[in-house]
């Protein structure tokens, strides 16, 4: 679909918003942070991805006892006080319990 209105996108791109927007995500996928873990904890591993200014990254930081999430979150499992799952696009990293770990993958 995108490589079909290439050409119009680059004739009019201020006409084709929303697809320029598709590209976007195909090009670049949106990296999502997916933290579940005790809160206290949490707000440490929250501070080192808000280190940087990263407008296509999300954070979900998601204490242990909510239970009640859709499939894709809650598959994300708790695994011991925290636990980060970094993804992009349609997969997701190994969890990883440890913080240096964590900040290395940012």
């Known amino acids: 679909c995108l490589k079909s209105a290439a050409s119009l996108m680059k004739q009019a791109p201020a006409a084709h918003g929303s697809l320029l927007n598709a590209l976007e995500e195909y090009l670049t996928p949106t990296e999502i942070t997916i933290l579940r873990g005790q809160p206290e904890i949490m707000k440490t591993w929250q501070s080192a991805v808000n280190q940087c200014y990263r407008p296509s990254k999300l954070l979900f930081a998601i204490p242990t006892n909510i239970t009640d999430l ?31 770990d964590f900040i290395n993958c940012l």
Do not use: R
């Open 70 to 100: 859709p499939e894709g979150l809650a598959s994300k499992k708790t695994i011991g006080d925290i636990v980060a799952y970094q993804c992009k696009g349609t997969s997701c990293s190994a969890p990883m319990t440890e913080l240096p």
